[in-house]
């Protein structure tokens, strides 16, 4: 056990700050003396070692203090996914570095002010903040969200210049995924309604995702696909499956949509919809289903 003013010289945060975690409840201290010390045991140090990490990587208390409570909650889980944010900002400081050696040595850098996403990405924080219950629905969580959010940073010169090459400006792809976020429950209700419920139960989709480091070809993954065909066609509404082929066509669209993929991709791994798409493109490549 350590007392409050020991876990403050070895963490190197104030006596005050540690009182205030214990008065909102972030980090109780695991017991009291007879005299009232806050006493910390090595489990309380672990959850403040986790609650650090997330305040390096910007996340408020609030939501800190959300994440370790939910039943759900999972510690090992939390670091790795806590690793990957943080090579995220490395990488996005690399490159601020590797610019700044180039403007050291006087080269002529174009301006970042065409690729500047600060709206986008305020909206994005303003989605979070105001339809959490959303966010946690189709993404799994806020944790998953924030990383979405620090992806589109890090990766923000290439979002920018597609972003140009789709929609012309800055402005107007800001518009659009404003609007996207603005109808955000209707797109995604409309992108389930093209999943029958029988297939959602079955998830094969995740399925598929799930062995992405399979070749496409082999049989077990080609099966999979034959499975959500087969699902498809004996659970969806004629209207919406057409013909095995017409669905195929459908699903490689959907999984195609560069939003969406985002989403996907952020909750269930990346290249999950790259992999889905030529898992289809594959199955219509080398069956004739127009026979079938």
């Known amino acids: ?90 990488n996005r400081i690399d490159r601020l570095i590797r610019l700044l050696d180039r403007l050291e040595k006087g080269e002529q850098c174009m301006s970042f002010k065409e690729f500047d996403l600060s709206d986008y990405i305020s909206a994005l924080e303003d989605f979070k903040s105001n339809r959490a219950s959303e966010v946690i629905k189709h993404w799994g969580s806020i944790e998953n969200f924030d990383m979405f959010i620090q992806k589109i940073k890090d990766d923000e010169d290439h979002v920018a210049k597609l972003a140009i090459q789709q929609f012309g400006s800055i402005e107007k792809y800001t518009e659009e995924m404003k609007h996207n976020l603005e109808h955000f429950s209707e797109i995604m209700d409309n992108w389930y309604a093209q999943i029958p419920e029988e297939m959602k139960k079955e998830d094969l989709f995740l399925k598929l995702a799930s062995n992405r480091e399979k070749a496409i070809s082999s049989d077990e993954i080609q099966h999979i696909v034959q499975e959500i065909i087969a699902f498809a066609q004996e659970n969806a509404p004629s209207e919406l499956f057409g013909t095995p082929d017409s669905y195929c066509h459908t699903i490689i669209d959907t999984y195609s949509n560069d939003y969406l993929k985002t989403i996907f991709d952020t909750k269930h791994g990346k290249g999950s919809c790259d992999y889905i798409v030529k898992a289809f493109r594959y199955y219509l490549k080398h069956n004739n289903t127009q026979n079938n």
């Not at 997330?54 to 806590?82: S, T």
């Open 1 to 90: 056990m350590k007392r409050i003013s020991q876990v403050s010289k070895l963490t190197g945060i104030s006596i005050r700050t540690l009182q205030y975690y214990d008065e909102i409840g972030l980090l109780k201290p695991s017991k009291r003396t007879s005299s009232g010390y806050r006493l910390y045991n090595d489990e309380a140090l672990q959850i403040l070692q986790q609650i650090l990490f997330f305040k390096e990587l910007g996340f408020p208390l609030k939501e800190i203090y959300e994440i370790l409570n939910n039943p759900d909650f999972d510690r090992i889980n939390a670091f790795k996914k806590q690793k990957e944010l943080f090579l995220l900002k490395r």
